[in-house]
């Protein structure tokens, strides 16, 4: 069960009654609150796809709660049939197959026992359980990173209390730090084109109170050179078993400017966002979206009619890039395939 903990979410990503899994529709934030209900797991997958519901970890928690569905429809045999509907939903997040496979061997476990469906239902719950005790494990690892009051910090698309089972990854450490008077402002790149960081991350920042300023994705580079940033944090969809690091497309571009004005740049991301069978980044799948997501702003057509774009959804910064890796059991630093093998196998 997780302790208590000083910051408050500033609401659920989803919520689990048993039967239902009810999804707050990431893509009406932070206009509408409106949470779509989920009785099967291809409602699950659906959400997932249409980004919905979106954010590695928050992936994984969600998949685990279809898997639940799944077994309440058709036993363990409705959970092996719902996997590769899940897995196919998003290709990045590694999240969502940990999730699948965590729960398929929880569900082979317990074959044949009676009340099998609300066996998986709470495996579900404690799925989701640790990934908060999680969130709150980094928050206070990842604040031990910054030394001195009042620094500025910057974030990258949206990796708090909407992208987990709660607080977030980099966002959890960002409030965290604030909460202790080390965090003084957060600049949050706009993250095109999906622009979680505008409609989300801001919005998150603003409810818990910290003071963030929004930046276009363009000026994170300018903005670092300046000299007004003291220490970059990210979340990470995958993480390969030599320390890349995979995050949403841009990710890249901030990390390289960060090394070049030598700013701290911190990844920050639990235990099963490490892929130990993907030896390197390049061998990350990297999710292409539709183009229209980049030819339009939200509903807006800006592009000429007839254009083509390409959309790629995320990129990968290599490890000689990231100061350190900061996950539950601790932090990562220097960023190798050695250190990162050595936090898998440290229980
Ligand atoms: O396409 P999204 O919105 O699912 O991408 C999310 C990210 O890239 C996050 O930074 C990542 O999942 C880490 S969330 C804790």
Redesign the pocket.
Known sequence: MAKSFPLKDPVAPVRWTGSLLKVLDQRLLPHKVVYLNCSTPEDVARATKS?AL??????GCAAAYAMALAARRGGFRGMEAAAPKLLRA?PT?VNLAHAVSHMLAKGRQAVGIRNFADMMSQAAGRYYALDLQANRDMAVLGASLLKKRNCRVMT?????AL??SGL???VGVIRYAHHLGKVERVYCCETRP?L?GSRLTLWEFMKAGVPATLITDNAAAHLIKSGAVDAVF????RIAANGDVC??IGTYGVALAAKRDRVPFYAV?PISTIDPRCPSGSRIPIEERSSAEVLKVGSCRIAPRGARAAHF??DVTPRDLVGAIVTERGIIKPVNRRSIKRILHAI
Not at 54 to 59: E, F, K, S, Y
Not at 156 to 160: S, T
Request: net charge positive; charged share 15%; proline share 3%.
């Open positions: 980004m979106r954010g590695a970890p928050l992936i998003r997040a990258y698309c949206n990796a708090g992208a987990t977030g990854t980099a999906y979680q990210v979340g990470s969809d995050n949403k991301a959804a995320f």
